[in-house]
C-alpha cells in the first residue's frame, strides 16, 4: 500500500520498537531507548526506578491552563513463536511482513499490543500543533502483572485530568471500563523414580488457534494444557497403562495455550497409542468443529529417559489440570453479550522435579475473583501443590458519560462518518491501577485494529493507523479549549 506521511512516521516509531527485544520483565533497553529518544525531541522526561518512562510536553502558547491530559501506553510485549520456529525472545527482533493493508511478524507476536500505542504516542508528541500540557506515560511489565503501573508513582497522576490509554484493539470501539484479574501460581517438586524399561513417547496437542484470554476468551477456543490432560485420561481409559516423564505448554498467563506436550513411558503398542489417539482427536474434532478446524494430536518417539514422576503425584497433577476451570465462568448480567468472569490455563513449566503452573481469572466483579481464590486453594490442598495469589488487578469501572469519552466519539465521528461504539472490555488495562491512585481522572482506551494478539498470528491493519492520530490529535486540541 501506499503510505501517507502520517502512516509512514509512526511506522518509523514502529520499526525502531521492533527492533529492541522487549519481554515483560526485561524491558530495560527498550526504557534507556524510550528515554533517550524523548530527551532528543526535547521533552523533560523522567525514569523511574521501576524502568517507566514519564515525558512530559509543554502546551502550546496560550494553552498553559487547558487540563493536563496523559497518553498512555505499555512498552512491553507478550513474545510468543509459532511451532518450529527458531526465536529468542531476550536476543532476537521482530522481523515485520507488511502483506497488503497488514502488517504481520515472521513466525512471531507482532508486538502491537502495544508497541503501535507507543509509536503513535511518540508521533503525536513529535508532530501535535494544538494541545494543553501533555504528559507521556509508558509502563513496563504490563502483559506480566502490570507492576509498572502498580509501581508508578501518584504524583504522576494526580496533577491531570484526562488519560488516554493507548492499548485497545479496535479502532471504532471506545473502551470506558475493564476487568480485573488474578494470578494464581500452583508450584510442586515431584517425586521422581526410576523409569521403566520401556518405550518413550511424546504426546502432543497442536494446530490450536490461542490468542488473548480476555479477547478471545468468548470465542470457544480450546485449551492446548486442558486438551492434553483429557487426552491422556483417554490413554488410561482406553486400557493403556503409562508413566508420566514431563508435562509442559502454553506461553503466557494471558494467552490461550495453543500447544502442549508430554512424555509418557509405556509398554503399549504404537498401533494401539495412535487408535486410542485418534479416537480422542476424532472426539475434539466434533466438540471444537468450528472454532479449531486445524486441530490435531501427535505421537512421536521420545529420547529414553531416567525417570518419570511418582504414580500418584502423576495422578495429581493430571487431576488439577482437568479440574481448572478455562474459557467463560459467567457472562454479565449488566451488559448483554459481555463475559463477566473467565479464566485460562496459561503455561504448565516443568524443569527437572518443579513444575509450576499459571492460572489466571479475568472479572468485572471483584468479589468473583476472592471466589477463584478460594476454589484455588481448595485445589492446592486437595492435589498436594503449594500456591501463590499475586495481588489482585482492580476492574476500571464503566463509566460511559464521561466528557473525555464525548470528546473522544464526537472526534471518530467527525473522521469516520459513524458513530463510535462505547463498550466494556473484558480483557485487564492499566487504567484499574491508575483509576484507584486518582478515582477524579476521566479515562478512556483507544487503539488501532489489531487481529490474534498474544500468538504468532498476530497482525495490524495499516489502514486505522492515520485515522487514530487524527482523533487523538482532534481530541487533544478541543481538550485545550475548555
Not at 509543554?58 to 496523559?70: C, D, H, K, L, Q
Not at 502432543?204 to 487426552?231: P, W, Y
Not at 518417539?301 to 493430571?318: E, F
Amino acid at each position: 500500500m501506499e503510505k501517507s506521511t502520517v502512516l509512514e512516521s509512526v511506522m518509523r516509531e514502529f520499526r525502531a520498537l521492533a527492533a529492541i527485544p522487549r519481554p515483560s520483565g526485561h524491558e530495560k533497553a527498550v526504557s534507556d531507548y524510550l528515554l533517550a529518544h524523548l530527551q532528543e525531541m526535547g521533552l523533560e522526561v523522567v525514569q523511574d526506578e521501576r524502568g517507566n518512562i514519564i515525558a512530559d510536553l509543554a502546551a502550546t502558547p496560550g494553552r498553559e491552563n487547558a487540563p493536563r491530559v496523559i497518553l498512555q501506553g505499555h512498552m512491553d510485549m507478550v513474545c510468543v513463536a509459532a511451532p518450529g520456529v527458531s526465536y529468542d525472545p531476550l536476543q532476537d527482533a521482530i522481523e515485520l511482513l507488511e502483506e497488503g493493508d497488514m502488517l504481520r511478524a515472521k513466525g512471531t507476536s507482532l508486538g502491537a499490543d502495544d508497541g503501535i500505542g507507543v509509536a503513535i504516542i511518540l508521533h503525536i508528541l513529535r508532530h501535535v500543533t494544538e494541545h494543553g500540557p501533555v504528559r507521556a506515560i509508558f509502563t513496563v511489565d504490563e502483559e506480566r502483572g502490570m507492576t509498572g503501573a502498580i509501581h508508578l508513582e501518584e504524583k504522576y497522576l494526580q496533577d491531570a485530568q484526562y488519560l488516554i490509554n493507548c492499548d485497545s484493539e479496535n479502532l471504532d470501539e471506545l473502551c470506558v471500563g475493564s476487568a480485573g484479574g488474578v494470578d494464581l501460581t500452583f508450584s510442586r517438586t515431584m517425586k521422581l523414580v526410576a523409569a521403566p524399561g520401556k518405550s518413550a513417547w511424546q504426546v502432543a496437542v497442536g494446530g490450536l488457534q490461542g490468542g488473548h484470554s480476555g479477547e478471545e476468551i468468548g470465542t470457544g477456543r480450546a485449551n492446548a494444557l486442558r486438551l492434553l490432560s483429557l487426552t491422556l485420561a483417554g490413554l488410561q481409559e482406553a486400557g493403556i497403562s503409562f508413566a508420566l516423564a514431563s508435562l509442559a505448554g502454553g506461553k503466557a498467563k494471558n494467552a490461550i495455550a495453543s500447544e502442549a506436550a508430554a512424555v509418557i513411558v509405556t509398554e503399549a503398542s504404537e498401533e494401539k497409542l495412535r487408535e486410542a489417539l485418534q479416537g480422542e482427536e476424532a472426539k475434539f474434532r466434533r466438540t471444537y468443529s468450528v472454532t479449531e478446524p486445524s486441530l490435531s494430536l501427535s505421537l512421536a518417539k521420545a529420547l529414553p529417559v531416567q525417570q518419570v514422576i511418582a504414580a500418584d503425584d502423576a495422578a495429581n497433577l493430571l487431576r488439577i489440570l482437568r479440574l481448572f476451570h478455562t474459557g467463560i465462568y459467567q457472562m454479565s448480567a449488566l451488559t448483554p453479550g459481555m463475559v463477566e468472569t473467565s479464566a485460562n490455563l496459561g503455561v504448565v513449566h516443568m524443569e527437572g522435579a518443579e513444575i509450576d503452573i499459571d492460572f489466571y481469572p479475568r472479572s468485572s466483579v471483584e468479589g468473583k475473583l476472592f471466589e477463584f481464590c478460594c476454589m484455588a486453594k481448595d485445589l492446592a490442598e486437595l492435589t498436594g501443590f503449594s500456591l501463590h495469589i499475586g495481588t489482585i488487578a482492580p476492574s476500571w469501572d464503566e463509566d460511559k458519560a464521561n466528557p473525555l469519552a464525548e470528546v473522544i466519539a464526537e472526534a471518530f465521528e467527525r473522521r469516520m462518518g459513524k458513530p463510535m461504539k462505547v463498550e466494556t472490555i473484558h480483557a485487564g488495562l492499566e487504567c484499574g491501577w491508575f483509576y484507584r491512585k486518582n478515582p477524579q481522572m476521566k479515562f478512556v482506551s483507544v487503539g488501532v485494529t489489531t487481529h490474534d494478539i498474544h500468538s504468532p498470528k498476530e497482525s495490524l491493519d495499516l489502514p486505522t493507523v492515520e485515522p487514530l492520530v487524527d482523533i487523538l490529535s482532534a481530541a487533544l486540541k478541543k481538550l485545550a479549549e475548555h
